[in-house]
Structures are given as structure tokens and as C-alpha cells.
């Protein structure tokens, strides 16, 4: 699993692409999309302008992260049953609580899987179907939003400081009869312990967004990659709060822990478990709950299965991650905060 760790790393210049439209560090708009089914095609779709009866209802927002290892083989016999995973916890919501699904290390494969899956085509939005907006073929972020949601822009910031193509996606919703502002971030933070350390500028650079005038509410989430010391702080050094340690988490407790439970057998013995995936927040929000999920998911597959496990892991789980959930409720009365 190592030697496959090493070579991911050395291709990555590979599928790096040569050419992009954007500025590194600055926003580039992109577009997000709906499915329509009488061509069962998904449709770019023009910021929201309105507000429905059903979005006006909406009154919390159930953000699910999670990251789907990009290096293992058999990205359809995976993504298939993380994503029926998430439709089994997504769907018994109540009216008043949107689901947002964020998703890290997707592949090319995975954006096709995610963009047939039925349910997902009925109710969410999606902000991309393929790698246009990614800095490489490889592997990129994609979010899921409720169609409950009024949308009002999606952007990408791609990081200046990175060895590996990371970015951050934001996606602004519009809440309540005053259509407050609230800004979502999807991040993949730089991976591994190298000097110098890149994942406390790019935190700096998503709080900044976070941060921005005309903002009421904001949550950051994903793979934060968090194993330095450094990383324990990253929310206070941003004005940021630890949705985890705000409910009553404690630092480096099994409670909190979201990866090397399900890593490869040589890894987690290696390097112990971890609480790499987080969620940051600010502005008016009050978290009402914090959950893993993702535990036991296994890959689909008798043959699958088997080579998974021949590549040093205990069970054939779709990913080395577990999910972490966060139910929040935009305090709709409140004037803001920064």
C-alpha cells in the first residue's frame, strides 16, 4: 500500500493539466447542475433568483463529508455503496433539515457513477459531472446539494501553495425569507507531514472566504488531513470554531478519530488513527448534533472484495476514511456575526 502511496505521488505531475483559466488563490465561478429527466441529461443551471415555499421551510442544514480513497481499484463496486450509504442517511431527514454531501478524492469514474445514480438525480443539485474544474484528471471534489437549497453561486479558489492539485469549493446558499448568505466549503487539505507545511496557508485562505463581508453563516469541511501538531489550531488561528470539539470532543479521543480504523493493516500500525476529516464553522449557526458515519461499508463484489483484502486491509471497506455528519441550524433571527 506504501509502494502504491509513493507512485500516486511521483504520477501526480502527470495529469496535472497545462493549461487553466483561472488565478490561483482567486475565485472562478463554475457552473452547478440540475438532472432533467425528460432528456435524462444534467443541465447547467443559472444562480437562484427565487425562493420556493419548500426552501422558506428550511430552517438547518445536514452537512455529510466524506472521502472516498482515490488509489484503490474498483471505483464503481465502491462508489456504489458509499453513495447507497448516504441515500439510507439522507433520506429520513426532517423537512426542515437540508442535506449537503460533500465528497473528496473522486475520480473521473466516480463523477460518472454519482451522475447515474437515480436518487441522486432526483434530489440534489451536483457542482460538477466532469473534470472541467478540476487542476487534474486525477481525482478533484464534488458537493451534492438538496434541491430544498436555492443556490447562488459556486466557486472554486485553487490553491497557490500545493504539491497536489488541492482546492477549495465553495457553494453559497440563500436561507429564510431574508435570504441570508451562507457559504459552504468543500476542502481536500495537503496530505502527508513535508516542510513546508502548505495546509496552514490554504486554511488561511478558505477562512478568508469564510469571512467575507455579506456572509451570515459558513462551514468548511473535508479531509483536513490533520496529523501535526499545528493542525490542532488551525480553527482558533482563523477565527474559526471545531464543530467537534464545540459539542464536547476532546483532542486526540477515539470518539474523533476518522481515519486508520478502516487503512490498510501496515498503516494503521504505522501511524496509529487519527482525526483527519473536520468540520469549521462560523457566523449564526448552532450545531445540533455530530456523528461519524461510513463504518463497515464494504466494496461490492466477491473478486473485488478479494483483491482489496490482498492489498493488506482486514475487510474490503470502500475507503480508508470514515464520514463525519454535522446537523446545523442557521439562526435565521440573529444579525450575524464575524
Known amino acids: ?98 442535506p449537503v454531501v460533500f465528497l473528496q478524492e473522486c475520480t473521473p469514474a466516480d463523477l460518472e457513477t454519482i451522475s447515474t445514480t437515480p436518487w441522486v438525480q432526483s434530489r440534489f443539485y451536483i457542482t460538477d459531472i466532469d473534470t472541467t474544474n478540476w487542476a487534474t484528471a486525477q481525482y478533484g471534489t464534488t458537493v451534492l446539494v438538496s434541491k430544498h437549497l436555492p443556490i447562488t453561486s459556486v466557486f472554486r479558489v485553487h490553491y497557490s501553495q500545493t504539491r497536489m492539485d488541492r482546492d477549495a469549493l465553495f457553494v453559497d446558499i440563500s436561507m429564510g425569507p431574508q435570504e441570508k448568505r451562507v457559504r459552504l466549503c468543500n476542502t481536500h487539505l495537503e496530505s ?46 482563523n477565527n474559526l470554531k471545531d464543530a467537534f470539539l464545540e459539542l464536547g470532543g476532546e483532542e486526540g479521543t477515539e470518539e474523533g478519530y476518522t481515519w486508520g480504523q478502516q487503512a490498510a493493516t501496515s498503516l494503521r500500525e504505522r501511524f496509529g488513527c487519527s482525526r483527519m476529516d473536520k468540520v469549521y464553522f462560523r ?22 472484495r478479494r483483491e482489496i483484502v490482498g492489498l493488506g486491509f482486514e475487510k474490503p471497506w470502500v475507503t480508508d476514511h470514515l464520514g463525519i455528519m454535522v446537523v446545523a441550524d442557521v439562526l435565521l433571527s440573529a444579525k450575524g456575526q464575524l
Open 1 to 98: 500500500m506504501e509502494a502504491l502511496l509513493a507512485q500516486v505521488i511521483r504520477d501526480t505531475a502527470k495529469f496535472r493539466k497545462t493549461s487553466v483559466p483561472w488565478t490561483l488563490d482567486e475565485p472562478y465561478t463554475q457552473s452547478y447542475y440540475g438532472f432533467d429527466p425528460t432528456t435524462s441529461t444534467w443541465v447547467s443551471q443559472p444562480p437562484s433568483t427565487s425562493t420556493s415555499d419548500e426552501s422558506l421551510a428550511i430552517t438547518a442544514i445536514a452537512l455529510y463529508t466524506w472521502n472516498i480513497d482515490f488509489m484503490l481499484p474498483f471505483a464503481a463496486a465502491r462508489m456504489q455503496p458509499a453513495l447507497a450509504h448516504l441515500d439510507q442517511l439522507t433520506r429520513p431527514l426532517s423537512p426542515n433539515i437540508a
Open 192 to 237: 502527508m507531514a513535508l516542510d513546508p507545511p502548505y495546509r496552514p496557508p490554504q486554511m488561511q485562505l478558505v477562512a478568508q472566504y469564510m469571512h467575507h463581508d455579506g456572509v451570515y453563516a459558513a462551514l468548511a469541511a473535508g479531509d483536513f488531513n490533520a496529523i501535526q501538531p499545528f493542525d490542532q489550531t488551525l480553527h482558533i488561528d
Open 283 to 304: 457566523g449564526s449557526v448552532q450545531l445540533r448534533k455530530f456523528e461519524r458515519f461510513g463504518a463497515g461499508i464494504l466494496t461490492e463484489g466477491d473478486e473485488e
